[in-house]
């Protein structure tokens, strides 16, 4: 086994490149999802502001996208820790918003009016 510093940085970096990878991904599905509600909107059945949301919660997954990228890039243990500590905050936090979306999307859905009867 390694020794135990050499073991978390290998961790740190792990968890960075878990971060960067994901939140860049979840930055497209909350733009697939955008493009989605404004075909939505469009047809007629429903208009909701979670479109609005999601372009903001993108944005929280970018910087949680740029923060592990930096973390990654940072030269010292210790500020690599900070920068991917921050990093991982915001991307909890934009997972925590986009499920309060998800609900928000449901809800508007389930009672926008049936305009084909």
């Known amino acids: 086994m390694g020794s135990n510093g050499n073991d ?5 970096e792990d968890i ?10 979840m930055v497209g599905v909350c733009l697939t999802v955008i ?3 404004r075909v939505v909107i469009t047809l007629g059945k429903a208009d909701t502001l979670a479109d609005d949301l999601l372009a ?13 990228y930096a973390a ?9 820790h900070l920068i991917e500590r921050a990093a991982d905050v915001v991307f909890i936090t ?7 979306i998800c609900g928000f999307i449901t809800y508007a ?9």
């Open 35 to 37: 493009g989605l509600i």
């Open 8 to 12: 978390n940085t290998k961790l740190e």
């Open 109 to 117: 859905m389930s009672i926008s009016p049936n305009t084909s009867h």
């Open 94 to 100: 934009a997972m925590v918003v986009m499920t309060v």
């Open 56 to 68: 903001s919660d993108a944005l929280l997954f970018l910087t949680s996208c740029l923060l592990s």
């Open 72 to 80: 990654l890039r940072a030269r010292s243990f210790r500020r690599m």
């Open 16 to 25: 960075c490149i878990h971060i960067f990878t994901v939140s860049s991904a």
